[in-house]
T-cell receptor
Framework: AQKITQTQPGMFVQEKEAVTLDCTYD???????LFWYKQPSSGEMIFLIY??????QNATEGRYSLNFQKARKSANLVISASQLGDSAMYFC??????????????FGRGTSLIVHP | DAGITQSPRYKITETGRQVTLMCHQT?????MFWYRQDLGHGLRLIYY???????DKGEVPDGYVVSRSKTENFPLTLESATRSQTSVYFC????????????????FGDGTRLSIL
């Protein structure tokens, strides 16, 4: 079974509008971390935001925020005031305690976001 | 400069040849990872290493060999390249666990685009 599910292969948003990228996860470990990465067309992977399983508040980093709903096991990325430069692939990832105590990250398949003027 | 570098950036080779992709990081991160990225599959873990001389298989290890004799280097070798190994390969590193490994983001190299003819 997939540990990270991103159900939206592609999303479109108008410049300056907000957009939500969905991510659901599956783990039985009480301690885990959730991450979002951005991959622009140039190919590099850029870390955006982190949410810990014990964090009481939703994480925010500038225009990025994470809508963390622990009971529903969802960690959606919200981008406010979209910009043309936000057009990219976005990956959700989770680190939980795999066998042997190694926190091995698992990635979703990604969502392609296109911001149009 | 501090960071994580991969070489070469692009490589074309023939089936049956041995090819080695290099990865070097200057942060002294304990963890290092190799991923391959293919359309529709997101990032799939090939091998990872928790420390020098400690390596373990990921999701898709067949046909690949790794070594980690020094903390800063984590080369990936395709012993006898096949067309199915045509892909973009990413190396990544992160801090060690030390009780809080789940909150450590990964830092990625720029990737190696490998084509096997």
């Amino acid at each position: 079974a997939q540990k990270i599910t991103q159900t939206q292969p592609g999303m479109f948003v108008q410049e300056k509008e907000a957009v939500t990228l969905d991510c659901t996860y599956d783990t039985s470990d009480p301690s885990y971390g959730l991450f979002w990465y951005k991959q622009p067309s140039s190919g590099e992977m850029i870390f955006l935001i982190y949410q810990g399983s014990y964090d009481q508040q939703n994480a925010t980093e500038g225009r990025y925020s994470l809508n963390f709903q622990k009971a529903r096991k969802s960690a959606n990325l919200v981008i406010s005031a979209s910009q043309l430069g936000d057009s990219a692939m976005y990956f959700c990832a989770m680190r939980d305690e795999a066998s042997g105590g190694s926190y091995i990250p698992t990635f979703g398949r990604g969502t392609s976001l296109i911001v149009h003027p | 400069d501090a960071g994580i570098t991969q070489s070469p950036r692009y490589k074309i080779t023939e089936t049956g040849r041995q090819v080695t992709l290099m990865c070097h990081q200057t942060w002294s991160h304990s963890y290092m990872f190799w991923y391959r990225q293919d359309l529709g599959h997101g990032l799939r873990l090939i091998y990872y290493s928790a420390a020098a001389d400690i390596t373990d298989k990921g999701e898709v290890p067949d046909g690949y060999v790794v070594s980690r004799s020094k903390t800063e280097n984590f080369p990936l070798t395709l012993e006898s390249a096949t067309r199915s190994q045509t892909s973009v390969y990413f190396c990544a590193s992160s801090e060690s666990r030390q009780g809080v490994g789940s909150n450590q983001p990964q830092h990625f190299g720029d990737g190696t685009r490998l084509s096997i003819l």
